[in-house]
């Protein structure tokens, strides 16, 4: 099923509709869809880098808005829609766990794990679920989406074809990576 659907996602990255196909893949993918909008950012930035900037904002919006659809399902439909979706994942336990420390962490966690290739599905909902104030969803949702769409961008901007099958093979590294960088710049802001 999932190879379908990745290659139904690349054919959607080659259309004339791309734009729009990237924007309603990053706003699905937040809430419930399987596959990151990366699989159609990546060929379109190397097939147009002019555009990068433009295909990381509309990346990073449509993340962010779908993001609030998940809060929603979390906040007030976890025990029908967005238990099925946990479940559907098989993220129960790490739901479970995430839910624990979210109260307390919750902007924190979305701002380092929203880089990174959790899904981010998991993070909304839980987000919902824990009552986190919707203003400090929406502005750590922002900054963790901005930074893994630029960054994904810019590094294709920058490197063009040669990065793709870098962050291709390894795009957990690669955000991983700037979530260590950014994790430790806030300690040593903390520290000092």
């Known amino acids: 099923m999932l190879k379908r659907l990745y290659e139904w996602t690349m054919a959607k990255a080659a259309s004339k509709d791309a734009t729009g196909w990237l924007a309603g893949v990053s706003f699905a993918e937040s809430s419930f869809f399987p596959l990151p909008p990366d699989l159609l950012l990546v060929p379109m930035v190397i097939a147009n880098r002019k555009a990068a900037w433009k295909l990381a904002t509309i ?7 779908g993001g609030i659809a ?3 399902i979390g906040y007030f439909l976890y025990e029908t829609i967005g ?3 946990i479940d559907f994942y098989h993220l129960t336990e790490k739901f479970e766990q995430l839910r624990l420390t979210f109260v307390e962490y919750g902007a ?3 701002i380092i794990k929203g ?3 959790i899904p981010y599905k998991l993070l909304t ?5 824990a009552h986190l ?3 400090v969803f929406i502005g750590a949702s922002i900054i963790s989406r901005a930074i893994r769409f630029y960054l994904v961008a810019a590094l294709l901007y920058f490197f063009g074809p040669p990065i ?3 962050i291709e093979k390894r795009l957990t590294l690669v955000t991983s990576v700037f979530a260590v960088a950014l994790i430790g710049g806030f300690l040593v802001v903390k520290l000092l």
């Open 59 to 65: 990346c990073t919006l449509a993340s962010v808005v």
């Open 70 to 72: 998940g809060y929603m």
């Open 83 to 85: 238990r099925w979706v």
């Open 108 to 110: 924190e966690i979305l």
């Open 115 to 117: 880089m990174t290739p």
């Open 125 to 129: 909902i839980t987000a919902g679920v």
């Open 133 to 135: 104030p919707l203003w």
């Open 164 to 166: 793709r099958a870098f």
